[in-house]
């Protein structure tokens, strides 16, 4: 199973002294190949079941940025040839990791769909440690007309603090900070 084998191979690299920011690249473009336009829309399906229950006055706008942010990425990870510098932090690499294998175990007791887990680990590492960018895109729509922003170079989520008690969330690893309301 393609998933397995990623959080094998991640695994691996994170009991090394050192990882270097274009080896998790091309572990994470190597695994991203295997992501076909087919498993693209199941994971938009998923996407759209699971906003079913969102606001209609955010519905609609959140799953157009969120869902061509999903094929905006895989594409960008594809065609990512930087050299990149340096090395990434592997106390919050090892943490990431655990959150995500937590995940996919949890998601995969509701879904048979693995790839719309790999398409998810791809997108959140890929932001998180190659792009030091959200893992939610700017101007991604949240209840009460608030929108993840950057401004200054930094990026601020209006829901961020209200997501730091689940041990779940993606906002536990994602970089930006708690927009002021």
Same mark, same amino acid.
């Not at 940025?65 to 090395?87: A, C, H, P, Q, S």
């Not at 879904?111 to 398409?119: A, E, F, T």
């Not at 590492?125 to 209840?143: D, L, M, R, S, W």
């Not at 008690?165 to 993606?170: G, I």
């Given at each position: 199973m393609?998933?397995?084998?990623?959080?094998?191979?991640?695994?691996?690299i994170?009991? +090394?002294p050192?990882i270097?920011?274009?080896?998790?690249?091309?572990?994470l473009?190597?695994?991203a190949?295997?992501v076909? =336009?087919?498993?693209?829309? $199941?994971?938009?399906?998923?996407?759209r079941e699971?906003?079913?229950?969102m606001?209609? $006055?955010?519905?609609?706008?959140?799953?157009e940025?969120?869902?061509?942010?999903f094929?905006?990425?895989?594409?960008?990870?594809?065609n990512?040839?930087? $050299?990149?510098k340096?090395?990434?932090d592997?106390?919050?690499?090892?943490? !990431?990791l655990?959150?995500?294998?937590?995940?996919?175990?949890?998601?995969k007791? !509701?879904?048979?769909? !693995?790839?719309?887990?790999l398409?998810?680990?791809?997108?959140s590492?890929?932001?998180?440690?190659? &792009?030091? +960018? #959200?893992i939610?895109? =700017?101007?991604?729509?949240? #209840?009460?007309?608030?929108?993840?922003?950057k401004?200054?170079?930094?990026?601020y989520?209006?829901?961020?603090?209200k997501? !730091?008690?689940? #041990?779940?969330a993606?906002c536990?690893?994602c970089?930006? &900070?708690?927009k002021?309301?």
């Amino acid at each position: 199973m393609i998933i397995i084998n990623i959080f094998n191979e991640l695994t691996k690299i994170s009991r +090394e002294p050192e990882i270097k920011i274009t080896e998790l690249r091309d572990i994470l473009k190597k695994y991203a190949k295997t992501v076909s =336009v087919f498993d693209e829309m $199941n994971a938009t399906c998923i996407i759209r079941e699971d906003c079913k229950y969102m606001q209609k $006055n955010i519905q609609k706008e959140y799953l157009e940025v969120y869902i061509k942010y999903f094929f905006k990425r895989i594409k960008e990870i594809l065609n990512d040839n930087v $050299n990149y510098k340096g090395n990434i932090d592997i106390v919050k690499f090892q943490n !990431s990791l655990n959150l995500l294998k937590n995940q996919f175990i949890q998601y995969k007791d !509701s879904s048979n769909n !693995s790839k719309y887990s790999l398409i998810l680990t791809l997108i959140s590492f890929y932001a998180t440690f190659i &792009k030091n +960018e #959200p893992i939610h895109p =700017v101007g991604t729509p949240f #209840p009460g007309n608030l929108k993840l922003e950057k401004k200054d170079g930094e990026y601020y989520c209006p829901v961020k603090d209200k997501q !730091s008690k689940n #041990p779940n969330a993606v906002c536990n690893l994602c970089i930006s &900070k708690q927009k002021e309301i």
